[in-house]
C-alpha cells in the first residue's frame, strides 16, 4: 500500500513514515498544500493523510479540490483542528475519516487499512486464498495454519495480487506501489521479490505474463 503523507510537521511526518513503513506501508510525504495537491496523480496512492493546517494552500481547499476532480482516494484527515464546526466541515467536503492530534498511531494504521479495506471492497479483515490466509489489520500471513516470515515488500506484493486476483500488474505499476520516490530500484528487484514469494508459498502463486507483468496465480 502507498500513502501520500501532506503534512508541514517535519517529527510528525517522519514519525508517520516510520511507524507506516514498519507495517507494510509505503510513504510520500509533502509538506506544502501546493505541491501536496499535484502528487495525488503522480502515484498510484492507497490512501491520504492529510493535515488541514499546511501552507501556501489550506488543507481543506486541497480536499476540496481533489473531490471537484473526481479524485476519490481515501482521505484521513489527521490536524489539530479538533471542533464540532471544524470536524463536521472536514467530512463534508469529501474526508472518509478525521482524526485529531495528539493520536496514536495504531489508530491511525487501524483507520487507514479499513478505509483501504472499504475501498477496495473487502468489509474484512481477513482473505482466505487456498491454503493461505491474509490478515489485512496486522500485515500477516499464514500459509497452511504456519506463519510466513515475509519483508515489507514481499507483503505489499502479495496483497496487491490476493486483492486484485483478475489485474495484471506490470513492472512498472508494482515498482510503484513498493517504492517511494526517494528510493533507488535495482533493475531485477521485482523478479527478486516474485522469486522468494514463490519459494515461500508455492511456485505457483504468481503467474508471469510474458511481455505484460504478474498476475495472482493458482491457490496453494
Same mark, same amino acid.
Given at each position: ?34 505541491? %501536496? ?15 488541514? @493546517?499546511?501552507?501556501?494552500?489550506? %488543507? ?64 474484512? @479483515? ?95
Amino acid at each position: 500500500m502507498r500513502i501520500l503523507i501532506l503534512e508541514d510537521d517535519h517529527y510528525i511526518a517522519e514519525g508517520l513514515n516510520a511507524g507506516l513503513s514498519e507495517h507494510g506501508m509505503t510513504c510520500d510525504i509533502f509538506s506544502s498544500g501546493t505541491t %501536496g495537491e499535484k502528487a495525488i496523480t503522480a502515484a498510484p496512492y492507497d490512501a491520504v493523510i492529510l493535515d488541514l @493546517s499546511l501552507p501556501e494552500t489550506d %488543507g481543506m481547499q486541497v480536499l476540496a479540490h481533489w473531490r471537484q476532480q473526481n479524485i476519490h482516494t481515501p482521505v484521513l484527515i489527521l490536524t489539530a483542528r479538533d471542533a464540532l464546526p471544524d470536524r463536521l466541515a472536514g467530512l463534508n467536503a469529501g474526508a472518509d475519516d478525521y482524526l485529531c492530534k495528539p493520536f496514536a498511531l495504531d489508530e491511525v494504521i487501524a483507520r487507514l487499512h479499513a478505509l483501504i479495506r472499504r475501498n477496495q471492497g473487502f468489509s474484512q @479483515s481477513e482473505i482466505k486464498f487456498g491454503q493461505l490466509m491474509l490478515n489485512l489489520a496486522s500485515c500477516t500471513a499464514k500459509l497452511c495454519g504456519r506463519n510466513l516470515n515475509l519483508t515489507p515488500r514481499e507483503w505489499i506484493l502479495l496483497q496487491l495480487l490476493i486483492t486484485h486476483p483478475q489485474q495484471v500488474f506490470s513492472r512498472a505499476q508494482i515498482e510503484d506501489k513498493l517504492y517511494n520516490w526517494q528510493q533507488e530500484v535495482e533493475s531485477n528487484a521485482i523478479e527478486v521479490h516474485v522469486h522468494h514469494l514463490r519459494k515461500k508459498i508455492s511456485n505457483t502463486i504468481i503467474r508471469t505474463r510474458r511481455g505484460l507483468g504478474y498476475q495472482l496465480g493458482e491457490a496453494p
